[in-house]
């Protein structure tokens, strides 16, 4: 049975990093695009970073830019997203999802996840 589990969310104060991990069985993850949504509290879904599985291109929206880095361990079957001076407006659950190439061709494609993660909560507060 395909699956996705996310791992490494947690409370850091504004300014902090997280490293959140996301461990694919029952598929292999480096046939896919994978990527990261959150979801904050009564608001949508919202796309923050994906990566090719041909050449390893990345996409992150503009509020993440600089400060958030999706990367992947094939071996490991394992994506994960690294996350720097975390913002107030950061909070969310976060999501991992891998699908095929149209995932994450020029841009973070909702459509074309077939698979997704139970998601891991991010707090940020002092």
């Known amino acids: 049975q395909a699956q996705l589990v996310e791992s490494g969310g947690g409370l850091v104060q504004p300014g902090g990093s997280l490293r959140l991990s996301c461990v694919a069985s029952?598929?292999?993850?480096?046939?896919?695009?994978v990527g990261w949504y959150r979801q904050a509290p009564g608001k949508e879904r919202e796309g923050v970073s994906c990566?090719?599985?041909?050449?390893?291109?990345?996409y992150s929206v503009d509020s993440v830019k600089g400060r958030f880095t999706i990367s992947r361990d094939n071996a490991k079957n394992t994506v994960y997203l690294q996350m720097n001076s975390l913002h107030p407006e950061d909070p969310a659950i976060y999501y991992c999802a891998a699908g095929g190439p149209h995932a994450c061709r020029q841009g973070i494609n909702y459509d074309y996840y077939d698979y997704w993660g139970q998601g891991t909560q991010v707090t940020v507060s002092s």
């Open positions: 029952g598929f292999t993850l480096g046939y896919y695009a």
């Open positions: 990566m090719t599985s041909s050449d390893g291109t990345t």
